[in-house]
Every structure is written in C-alpha cells, then in structure tokens.
C-alpha cells in the first residue's frame, strides 16, 4: 500500500520539530562555462526558474555535492534521462563552494525521515520530471518547499543518481548573517 503524501502544512510543523544542525563543508557544482560565474553558482536561479528534484519553481536553490564526483553524476543525469548523447553536456566546470549553514536538516538520517513520516526511497527514486509534467508537485519538491517555508537554510540528502553520494541543497534566501556561501578560487573562473 502507497502511503499518500503529506500536507504542506504537516510537513512544515513536522520539520519544524526536527533538530536542525550546523554544517560547514566544501561541496561541489558542475557547471557550464556560461553559468561558471560566482553569481550565477550562488543563486538558485536556474533552479528557480525551472524547478528541480527539491525545489518547485519559485524557490530559488542551490544544488551542490559533498563529492565532485557525484556533482557530475548529477549534472549528468539529465542528459540521460532525456536521452541526449552525453557529450552535449561538455565542457563542463567543476567548481568549490565554502558552506557554512547554521539551520540544515540532515535528511539521510533514518530519524529525521521518520520525524517526517516519510521513506527514504519515496524522495529518491520519485521521478519527479515526469510528476511535474503532468502538474503534480512531486513529494520532493513538497519536502524543500516545506524546509524554505519553516526556514531552513538547507537539507542534506542522499544522491538520486549516486547511491553513496550525498547532496547539500541550499535555500540562498534563508541565509542567516551567520551563514555564508563562498565560491573558492573565484579568480580562476
């Protein structure tokens, strides 16, 4: 039996309960050379204006991985579900991000997601391209809707594409003064 999704407003006081933790590390984004800006990497908006496995469009988010390796799974996951030859996807630019976040919900502790009522492989394996394609909001999109509008400054969550990997998404608009995003080696961009 599939356990229906929650409510926004569930999701939002049970996020709410949750122990939220303070997380500095040096993650990773792929990029092309045409977004390879330190604006561009720090602002979400092309997950804004889109949308994304944790953000409907709107919310303006930051996708990075805690490995680079998993950062070009990720960029290259696109391609491949939409079957486009991979080497369209080329060049790319890897680049360092400094991330220092003081509201962050790890959600790939079992407890968090249980807090939520909600499974692990609900959030990874929901193909949320084809649920926004047919106007559903996908249940990850409601979680990071969720996490913006409780204040979060980000989720931390397993890899959709990497079974090892992990994500840091980042909600650039909930930033408090004591958190900050900083691109590393700007000068070689």
């Known amino acids: ?5 929650p409510t926004l407003d569930q999701l939002i006081r049970r996020l709410k309960a949750v122990k939220t933790s303070r997380f500095a ?4 984004r792929s990029t092309t050379p045409e977004f390879a800006k330190q604006v561009d990497l720090l602002a979400g908006e ?16 930051v996708y990075a991985s805690l490995t680079p390796e998993t ?6 996951s696109h391609f491949r579900y939409y079957g486009i030859p991979l080497h369209a996807a080329m060049p790319r630019i890897f680049v360092a991000i400094q991330a220092k976040l003081s509201k962050v919900v790890d959600l790939t502790v079992g407890a968090n997601r249980k807090r939520l009522l909600i499974a ?4 990874v ?4 391209r084809k649920e926004m394609a047919s106007g559903i909001i996908p249940l990850p999109q409601l979680v990071g809707l969720a996490a913006h509008r409780a ?3 980000g989720l931390l969550v397993r ?12 909600f650039p608009h909930n930033l408090r003064k004591s958190s900050s995003l900083t691109v590393l080696s700007p000068e070689r961009l």
Do not use: F, K, Q
């Not at 039996?1 to 999704?5: D, V």
């Open 1 to 5: 039996m599939t356990r229906s999704a």
């Open 25 to 28: 590390v040096t993650a990773y």
């Open 46 to 61: 092309g997950s804004r204006l889109y949308g994304n496995r944790w953000n409907p469009p709107g919310i303006a988010t």
């Open 71 to 76: 950062a070009m799974e990720e960029s290259l």
């Open 120 to 123: 692990e492989h609900r959030l």
């Open 125 to 128: 394996e929901c193909d949320w």
């Open 151 to 153: 204040g979060l400054e």
């Open 159 to 170: 890899s959709a594409v990497d079974a090892t990997g992990r994500n840091l998404v980042i």
